[in-house]
């Protein structure tokens, strides 16, 4: 029930800034409702009905952000929600955006043998084929072929055209090398272009831009119904004046179920893998003897090392005080910078050359 809750508050804020400015939180919150359809069987109904309310608004970027969520739907539960898809193509002259478009051209070629004019559907795109960017070239291309598989008296007049346009009208390589293997597939194996094209694909799952890290996922689930939930952002981002929640403790409350306290467990897991292991038995005391108690002996030996390199630092940091060079090696190998001493100039015309010269 609350994720339910959840979709009709989303919903009514919606309705309640459409005709608004936040054009961006109005498509954002379209697009929450598109995720927990996918997320949450159960849902998908209530969902649906949601977003064909929303559709019913006629407002133009709500329908086209409406359209490129239901085709995510359709991919989630495919054969499920058919009944809907009269109700987007009474809105196709409301799309003007390359995703929407691209989106609505995928169910049409998808369910064409159940939409009974979907030949003249697609048709009515191609007339702008050559003007359309990329992403709705190959929803054209892909969605033609499909209509000819499921229909092929109805495609046999488009899928021709398209091809040849795609492979000989195009400077994009994408659509020219898919243009290419739907005609090899077409003309010389039928059968296997519709094992192909139409064959049963893995359904969509949540996208990998929605996992967020434990800290904020766990401030997103004790802010449910704000803001924060449709940006997906801390709710001191979204509202300056508001602060973080924090759990409380409580006996009752399950901390190892927590994703900050599982990513705290995590991160402990690798760091204590990827720490070298030390030989505890091959220590060596200060003496040069190895001792009975490996742990005392390297406890020693930490403990010198520590007092030794203390010395070195001071006795570098004091000489350096005073403008001498650390010691370190053997005095013989030492260099000392004069400050004083002029600089050298370089003479080409005495045997030195030029650098650039040789």
């Not at 981002?237 to 994703?259: C, E, G, M, N, Y």
Request: charged share 25%.
């Amino acid at each position: 029930m609350p994720v339910l809750f959840k979709v009709k508050i989303i919903s009514l804020t919606c309705f309640r800034y459409a005709t608004e400015i936040d054009v961006d939180f109005v498509r954002k919150s379209v697009r929450a409702i598109g995720k927990l359809a996918i997320k949450i069987e159960p849902a998908a109904r209530l969902c649906i009905k949601t977003l064909l309310e929303l559709v019913a608004t006629k407002v133009s970027y709500i329908v086209q952000e409406a359209t490129v969520v239901i085709r995510n739907i359709f991919r989630k539960y495919p054969n499920q929600y058919e009944s809907i898809i009269s109700t987007l193509c009474e809105n196709l002259d409301s799309l003007d955006e390359p995703e929407a478009k691209a989106a609505m051209i995928w169910v049409i070629g998808q369910y064409a043998d159940r939409i009974d004019n979907s030949d003249v559907l697609l048709d009515d795109f191609l007339y702008t084929f050559a003007d359309e960017p990329h992403e709705v070239q190959l929803a054209l291309l892909t969605a033609t072929v499909k209509l000819f598989i499921q229909r092929p008296t109805k495609g046999q007049d488009l899928v021709p055209k398209v091809l040849k346009w795609a492979t000989e009208e195009t400077d994009n390589p994408d659509l020219r090398d898919r243009g290419y293997m739907y005609w090899r597939l077409l003309s010389s194996k039928p059968e296997t272009a519709k094992l192909i094209v139409m064959g049963e694909k893995p359904a969509i799952t949540a996208e990998e831009s929605e996992k967020l890290d434990p800290a904020t996922l766990e401030e997103m689930c004790l802010n449910v119904g704000t803001l924060a939930t449709v940006y997906l952002k801390p709710v001191q981002q979204v509202f300056r004046s508001a602060r973080p929640r924090r759990l409380v403790d409580s006996p009752a409350l399950q901390k190892h179920t927590l994703p900050t306290v599982r990513a705290a467990v995590a991160a402990r897991e690798k760091a204590a893998a990827e720490r070298p292991t030390v030989d505890t038995a091959s220590a060596i005391n200060t003496n040069g003897h190895s001792g009975s108690n490996g742990n005392g002996n390297l406890a020693a030996a930490v403990s010198e090392a520590d007092l030794y390199f203390a010395g070195v630092g001071h006795m570098q940091m004091r000489e350096s005080a005073f403008g001498g060079s650390p010691i370190a090696g053997n005095a013989a190998s030492m260099y000392v910078v004069n400050q004083n001493q002029p600089q050298q100039v370089v003479n080409p015309g005495a045997g030195g050359g030029d650098l650039l010269l040789l």
